[in-house]
């Protein structure tokens, strides 16, 4: 079964860049997207199709892939960034997959 | 706006059925698919299946195939997901997810979920 595979937990200081990063074999063909979770709150697009932000997510939020990785930059986090962050994309057969997630702390 | 809204909070018993549901508006219901996932107690999300509302095309994660019900009722826009003896082990939180998807002829199938609906959380417990 195809897997992504994410580091468990990152942490900054408030206005500090933080990365977080998303490795899967299929992300050289598929595009990469990312999901943020707040504590008791439903998960919200803040990247799409690698680096892509909807409307409504800071610049600060940003994307990017190369081969095997993609990775979710925040440049100047600050403290409501505070969240779980979940990659996700697809297989060759267009099957979904998430991320274990990521704890990102902003202290 | 494009909104997914759940149902309430279920407290149930082990063996006992339960249908929750997802309704959508702000958006032409029947052509996008809707994705359930789970999310037990602290533990990351887990894509469960799929529903075409249009026609009621289903598909399911090979993980919760026999295990769940995905089901739609287009008159009314709302999917639903259903157990038929519910186990402790599928206490979680359940969230419906309105799926975007395109065909890219160098990538194929793209698709991803958003937006989110607000969650039901299910607690299985004797």
């Known amino acids: 079964s195809y897997e992504l595979t994410q580091p468990p937990s990152v942490s900054v200081s408030p206005g500090q860049t933080a990365r977080i990063t998303c490795s899967g074999d299929?992300?050289?063909?598929?595009?990469a997207y990312w999901y943020q979770q707040k504590s008791g709150q439903a998960p919200v697009l803040v990247i799409y199709?690698?680096?892509k932000r909807p409307s409504g997510i800071p610049e600060r939020f940003s994307g990017s892939s190369s081969g095997t990785m993609a990775t979710l930059t925040i440049s100047g986090a600050q403290v409501e960034d505070e969240a779980d962050y979940y990659c996700?994309?697809?297989?060759?057969?267009?099957?979904?997959?998430f991320g274990g997630g990521t704890k990102l702390t902003v202290l | 706006e494009v909104q997914l809204v759940q149902s309430g909070a279920e407290v149930k018993k082990p063996g006992e059925s339960l249908k929750i549901s997802c309704k959508g508006s702000?958006?032409?219901?029947?052509?996008?698919?809707i994705g359930w996932v789970r999310q037990m107690p602290g533990k990351g999300l887990e894509w469960m299946g799929i529903?075409?509302?249009?026609?009621?095309?289903?598909r399911y994660s090979p993980s919760f195939q026999g295990q769940v019900t995905i089901s739609a009722d287009k008159s009314i826009s709302t999917a639903y997901l259903q157990w038929s003896s519910l186990k402790a082990s599928d206490t979680a939180m359940y969230y419906c997810?309105?799926?975007?998807?395109?065909?890219?002829?160098?990538?194929?199938?793209?698709?991803?979920?958003?937006?989110w609906g607000q969650g039901t959380l299910v607690t299985v417990s004797s």
């Open positions: 997810a309105r799926r975007i998807n395109y065909y890219d002829s160098s990538l194929g199938p793209i698709n991803w979920f958003d937006p």
């Open positions: 702000g958006y032409s219901f029947t052509s996008y698919w």
């Open positions: 529903i075409y509302p249009g026609d009621s095309d289903t």
């Open positions: 299929a992300l050289p063909k598929k595009y």
């Open positions: 199709e690698d680096s």
């Open positions: 996700y994309s697809t297989d060759s057969s267009g099957n979904h997959f």
